[in-house]
């Protein structure tokens, strides 16, 4: 049964089982052969062609004059396989943030491809850009000459990732298909098609994160004897973590309520503490925004102490 979530696109759903329901019956097909068609084509496809986007859009609904119903006349649509509907279903990426990169700032550009990666950028792919097979390529289309520079006139993106000092070079990657240019991607001037005029680059802070690394899965630790456990963490955090003994789920004790977050405790297993299995650490950041659990281990009974083969302690 379809599900539509959050999103006020209906209007799509409808639409694509009157399509469906209406190219079966026409086929003879039922049950498994049964096709089913694609409410995000509707909803992010067809909606950008004029005149339709004026009537129906995204998850905004639809007016009344059912221009879905002419798309599909008009455009066709595509199989639900081919571009299935998920709306807001999986996971998904937020970033931090985006900016501008000062236009034909070359050093600059190069500092947010050493720092950030990828930018996106836009050309102006006029014939000769387009025909490009290989070497490096210039035009004279170099000036930033709008009002604010970053709006000069441009008809393509695409994405810069890396450079070539000795060849003054960017290292573009295109849209057009591995046979375009080398292999998809192409050499071409610092300023050359207004490359550098409209750089923009985003920005992506992962979480921050804390592993613990000892103990391992399935060790087992002796009462009575000493050990380190450890962890690493990435990303700013506080300085201070908690550290805390689990079995099953259950916390069972704390082995130190604020040590330095430096990745590395001392800690001997207590004599009282239950022999057997299910044991974790979890470490948690003072302000409890980071936490982790170990792997899971076991506690095994200290090793009686002998002398000269005579047993000493039970």
């Not at 995204?58 to 455009?75: H, I, K, N, P, R």
């Not at 071409?188 to 005029?197: D, E, L, N, P």
């Not at 630790?221 to 300085?239: A, H, N, P």
Request: charged share 15%.
């Amino acid at each position: 049964m379809d599900n539509q979530g959050g999103c006020g696109s209906c209007y799509a759903f409808g639409a694509s089982a009157a399509a469906a329901g209406v190219y079966n019956v026409a086929n003879g097909l039922f049950d498994a052969a049964c096709v089913n068609f694609s409410e995000s084509f509707i909803i992010w496809c067809l909606s950008r062609i004029a005149p339709y986007g004026d009537h129906f859009y995204g998850c905004s609904g639809a007016d009344y004059d059912y221009m879905e119903l002419e798309a599909l006349v008009q455009e066709g649509i595509i199989s639900e396989a081919a571009f299935p509907y998920t709306y807001f279903a999986l996971p998904r990426v937020k970033f931090d943030s985006w900016h501008r990169i000062p236009c034909n700032d070359i050093a600059a550009i190069k500092t947010a491809l050493m720092t950030y990666g990828a930018l996106d950028v836009a050309v102006y792919a006029g014939s000769a850009f387009q025909a490009y097979k290989s070497g490096i390529y210039n035009d004279s289309q170099t000036s930033c000459y709008s009002n604010p520079c970053d709006y000069t006139p441009t008809n393509h993106a695409v994405a810069l990732v890396g450079w070539n000092d000795a060849d003054e070079a960017w290292i573009l990657r295109n849209s057009w298909g591995s046979s375009w240019g080398e292999n998809g991607y192409m050499r071409i001037k610092y300023t050359a098609a207004r490359v550098a005029c409209e750089a923009t680059y985003l920005v992506y802070i992962p979480a921050p994160t804390i592993t613990v690394t000892a103990p391992a899965r399935g060790e087992a630790l002796r009462q009575q004897s000493t050990y380190t456990i450890t962890w690493s963490k990435t990303g700013s955090q506080s300085d201070t973590v908690r550290v805390r003994l689990f079995r099953k789920g259950i916390q069972v004790g704390v082995i130190s309520p604020a040590t330095a977050n430096d990745g590395s405790l001392e800690w001997t297993v207590p004599l009282m503490l239950e022999a057997g299995g299910g044991y974790q650490i979890r470490i948690t950041t003072s302000d409890r925004l980071v936490d982790s659990f170990s792997q899971v281990f076991s506690v095994s009974r200290r090793k009686p102490r002998t002398l000269a083969g005579q047993r000493l302690e039970p």
